[in-house]
């Protein structure tokens, strides 16, 4: 009884302690939920460096600005000059600095981008916007590389032209992401473009831009960059359109029609040069870029805890996800396991299931088990008649899985299931062990057996899914390692329980019932 009594302090001690340890940093450290929140962060570092200089010189590039989709926190600015300051100008905010009686100057802007993807819906049956305010009158004009009014130009636009807005963007955006794609970083204007048949970025989405401004929709060229983890100079152009108010983008050279993903960069709207300097000097320049995955409490060294792993360890988000939440998902298993009662292909593969689900569609990622589970077990029984030795037997299978998901990826690429086409990020090995084990029991019990084995793997596989997929808990276990004990203390009174599971009440109802009757 004093055995008993000590594991029950012990896992009450493991359990309760780190929660009063977390409410009390949180009350310290003032952290809410958003602050503990993660998110991806890019840090970039714009560069420039100058020699050969004259007595005065210059050097402007525009820098991003807060707005709806991103959010800009500016870190430093090295001000390796006489002057700097910032100006704002129709296009956006321009970084300038000024040079004076320096035969070489090094210097970079510093900010820090946090963003979000953005989309709209545009019905098939959009119609054309017919009134315009004022301010978009010059959106409509050409310009020097946007030659809206050119002949060639203004026949292609009447011919693409539909009889509404959706199905005339659609035109354009098919028919310029048909020419052949140039990654010259040459500037192109639209008729170049449409002359020649091939183009880059900034030459597509001026020649979709220009076609239309011909067919009386207000369109502009935005220009910002690409974030990646990278050192680079290339920048990239894009095209909007103005629509009841909003500025819809369309990346034709990337495929992405009225949306923008989360890592693209704004610096500046409008058709005009990112850098400008004063010539006839040797001038370089790059973006050096890194991406973090943060919170407002570890970038403000508030409680930062697990964070410098991420900070200063090297270790992939995605890696350190199926790490740090793994024990709350095998906490999870066990108590479907051991309380509840359900039986499940091993004992950890439901998590490794649901963690490897995370990083595709969930459906389309079940679509993709249960079809490599149908081919397995159809392939496993002719292999148990040739009498093949297990690891032989096994490798078959792991090849047939490979065909398997490259048929599926293949299926979704030719149909535009995008969801579908990512299928081979699905772990192989995990479907292998999955397929295998449900085939072994197959043959060793019986296929009501192996279908509610089976069920069970997938419904704690489906539990565990929304525990990888959180990043609220990844934030929260990251900035209060502390409650790794409390899984602890839940486990040691777990590992003690002795009573019945959940599902014998269910399997021994009828035995409960005649021995009572028995008993009156």
Not at 39 to 55: C, G, I, Q, S, T
Not at 163 to 184: H, K
């Amino acid at each position: 009884m004093l055995i008993q009594k000590k594991y029950v302090y012990l896992a009450l001690i493991l359990l309760v302690l780190p929660v009063m340890i977390v409410v009390f940093k949180s009350q310290f450290y003032q952290n809410s939920v958003y602050d503990i929140l993660p998110k991806n962060v890019f840090k970039v570092a714009y560069e420039f460096d100058m020699f050969n200089l004259p007595d005065i010189a210059s050097v402007k590039a525009y820098v991003p600005e807060t707005n709806g989709r991103q959010i800009i926190r500016t870190l430093t600015v090295d001000r390796d000059s006489n002057k700097f300051r910032t100006i704002k100008n129709q296009y956006g905010k321009q970084a300038e600095w000024k040079i004076i009686n320096q035969y070489d100057a090094l210097f970079s802007y510093e900010f820090e981008v946090e963003s979000k993807s953005i989309s709209f819906e545009l019905p098939e049956y959009t119609p054309f916007e017919k009134d315009f305010a004022d301010s978009l009158s010059v959106y409509l004009n050409p310009s020097e590389y946007i030659q809206s009014k050119e002949d060639s130009i203004q026949l292609l636009a009447k011919e693409l032209k539909s009889y509404n807005l959706y199905f005339t963007l659609r035109r354009n955006f098919d028919f310029v992401g048909a020419i052949e794609r140039s990654n010259t970083s040459v500037l192109t204007d639209a008729v170049t473009t449409l002359k020649r048949n091939r183009g880059s970025c900034n030459g597509k989405s001026r020649l979709f831009v220009a076609l239309c401004r011909a067919q009386g929709i207000p369109a502009r060229v935005a220009g910002g960059i690409i974030l990646e983890n990278t050192q680079k100079r290339t920048s990239h152009l894009w095209a909007e359109v103005s629509y009841q108010g909003h500025w819809i983008p369309f990346d034709i050279i990337n495929n992405h029609f009225a949306e923008l993903p989360a890592h693209y960069l704004e610096l500046y709207k409008g058709d005009d040069f990112l850098i400008s300097r004063t010539s006839d000097i040797e001038f370089y320049y790059q973006f050096r870029i890194k991406e973090s995955f943060q919170s407002i409490a570890s970038s403000e060294r508030k409680n930062a805890s697990l964070w410098s792993l991420i900070d200063f360890g090297g270790i992939p988000i995605d890696l350190l996800r199926g790490i740090l939440l793994l024990p709350l998902a095998a906490l999870i298993v066990a108590i479907f396991r051991n309380i509840i009662g359900l039986k499940t292909f091993g004992i950890f593969l439901p998590a490794l299931i649901g963690l490897a689900l995370v990083k595709i569609s969930f459906i389309w990622g079940l679509v993709a088990f249960f079809a490599v589970i149908l081919v397995v077990s159809i392939l496993h029984f002719p292999l148990e008649k040739l009498g093949l030795l297990h690891t032989p037997k096994l490798v078959i299978m792991l090849t047939c899985v490979v065909l398997t998901l490259l048929g599926l990826s293949i299926f979704g690429l030719k149909n535009n299931l995008e969801s579908l086409s990512t299928a081979m990020f699905l772990p192989v090995i995990v479907l292998a062990i999955t397929a295998e084990r449900f085939a072994k029991i197959l043959v060793e019990d019986n296929f009501n057996d192996a279908i509610q084995m089976l069920a069970s793997t997938f419904f704690i596989a489906f539990l565990c899914y929304p525990i990888f997929s959180a990043d609220l808990l990844l934030g929260v276990f990251l900035t209060y390692p502390e409650l790794y004990f409390s899984i602890l203390g839940i486990m040691i009174l777990l590992g003690r329980w002795i009573g019945l599971r959940v599902m014998e009440y269910f399997r021994f109802s009828d035995f409960s019932k005649y021995k009572l009757n028995k008993v009156v």
